[in-house]
């Protein structure tokens, strides 16, 4: 199974709508233009240096906030949002709303804040820049005297950031030629800026982007499932390609990614800089979930979802102890790789010592894989 490269879209997209990098002439045809019209004057950037951004509005946000946060006016919005206009006095979750911003922060994202002990409304709402108020109401069912463990919905609203640049966007091909038309792309809306810095051993994230709930996959502790953008699409996007590939309709539990800023990570060696994450493997329809009889693994799957990540093209390494990789070896057989695919693949039966296959023996990993993703290759302070 080789899935080409339908990836590079979305994410050139997934950029966009974060940083507003439409082309000048592409706001013109959004018929954003008009919006030089509104006679407002701006005492910072002349309307041409200004970035177009598409907000998504968040649950309770108001008009205000939006117009504060771009560094605009609440009329400058309604002057390029005809939406706002049609139906005056409303602003619903969801909408998407055109801004000619003079500040570009990063976009809002929805996370899963889980409860510290010690931890209040008020210094919760502060971390994440939002109103307690907004806070209570993304949160109806919680009692205000939460405990430790409890989830809360957040809608982070992170201020602008001094030079956060955007160093590479690959080219759009606008016709979608050479996307691959057999394959169905899953866009997978992943903020940009999650960066990993340093090596998994000894490194940290920055901007991390927390793995968002799906369908597709359970996540066990969302507290610890920050990756760097790239680590969070690939995870997704292998998945969907292993449910696709496979259908597999189990669950599948992801564990450990890094947390929110990376560094150590106990009981954990590497986890430090978002490039790992732990994947149950799956079981055997019936199963108990819990156990960890390698009998109880469903093998099959478990090579799809191993094949899945190698064909997504940014594995560096699958880790899995050795006493397990001659089933996944069978499993690879029954499902008719190529030899060649599978020498590729697995580091079995050369010893566990060996240089080869992106499969390689790590203590302990018994009943999960360990997938480590690959460095982009443009960010020069990921290491490997
Ligand atoms: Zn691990």
């Given at each position: 199974m080789t899935r080409p490269t339908n990836r590079r879209l979305p994410r050139v997209l997934g950029w966009i709508l974060a940083y507003g990098l439409l082309p000048a002439a592409a706001a013109q045809a959004e018929g954003l233009a008009a919006a030089n019209d509104a006679a407002t004057p701006d005492p910072g950037k002349s309307a041409a240096e200004r970035t177009v951004v598409e907000h998504r509005v968040v649950p309770y946000e108001t008009l205000d906030e939006i117009a504060d946060r771009y560094g605009v006016t609440v009329k400058e919005l309604e002057a390029w949002n005809k939406v706002l206009k049609r139906q005056p006095g409303t602003l619903k979750a969801g909408w998407e709303l055109k801004v000619r911003a003079r500040v570009v922060p990063p976009p809002r994202r929805k996370i899963t804040y889980v409860v510290r002990s010690g931890d209040t409304w008020q210094e919760i709402a502060a971390k994440h820049n939002v109103p307690e108020g907004d806070l209570h109401r993304w949160n109806r069912g919680v009692a205000r005297q939460f405990k430790a463990g409890q989830k809360l919905v957040v809608y982070t609203n992170p201020r602008?950031?001094?030079?956060?640049?955007?160093?590479?966007?690959?080219?759009?091909?606008?016709?979608?030629?050479g996307l691959g038309v057999s394959v169905t792309p899953?866009?997978?809306?992943?903020?940009?800026?999650?960066?990993?810095?340093?090596?998994?051993?000894?490194?940290?994230?920055?901007?991390?982007?927390?793995?968002?709930?799906?369908d597709l996959y359970k996540v066990r502790r969302p507290e610890e499932a920050w990756g760097s953008s790239h680590t969070i699409r690939e995870i997704q996007e292998a998945i969907a390609g292993f449910r696709d590939a496979s259908g597999f309709d189990g669950e599948l539990v992801i564990g450990a990614i890094s947390l929110e800023h990376g560094g150590r990570f106990r009981p954990h060696r590497s986890h430090q800089s978002g490039r790992d994450v732990d994947i149950r493997l799956p079981k055997r329809r019936g199963a108990d979930p819990k156990s960890n009889d390698p009998g109880d693994i469903d093998w099959d799957a478990a090579w799809k979802l191993v094949?899945?990540?190698?064909?997504?093209?940014?594995?560096?390494?699958?880790?899995?102890?050795?006493?397990?990789?001659?089933?996944?070896?069978?499993?690879?057989?029954?499902?008719?790789?190529?030899?060649?695919?599978?020498?590729?693949?697995?580091?079995?039966?050369?010893?566990?010592?060996?240089n080869n296959g992106v499969v390689r023996h790590a203590e302990g990993h018994l009943i999960h894989i360990h997938?480590?993703?690959?460095?982009?290759?443009?960010?020069?302070?990921?290491?490997?």
């Open positions: 602008p950031v001094a030079a956060r640049k955007v160093a590479s966007v690959e080219p759009i091909d606008p016709s979608g030629e899953r866009v997978f809306d992943v903020p940009a800026g999650g960066v990993s810095i340093g090596t998994p051993n000894r490194g940290r994230l920055s901007g991390g982007v927390q793995l968002p709930e799906s094949e899945a990540f190698i064909a997504q093209g940014d594995a560096e390494y699958i880790f899995l102890d050795y006493s397990r990789q001659r089933r996944l070896l069978e499993a690879a057989k029954r499902a008719g790789a190529s030899a060649d695919t599978i020498e590729k693949a697995i580091q079995y039966p050369r010893s566990r010592s060996t997938v480590r993703v690959q460095c982009p290759r443009d960010q020069a302070r990921c290491e490997s």
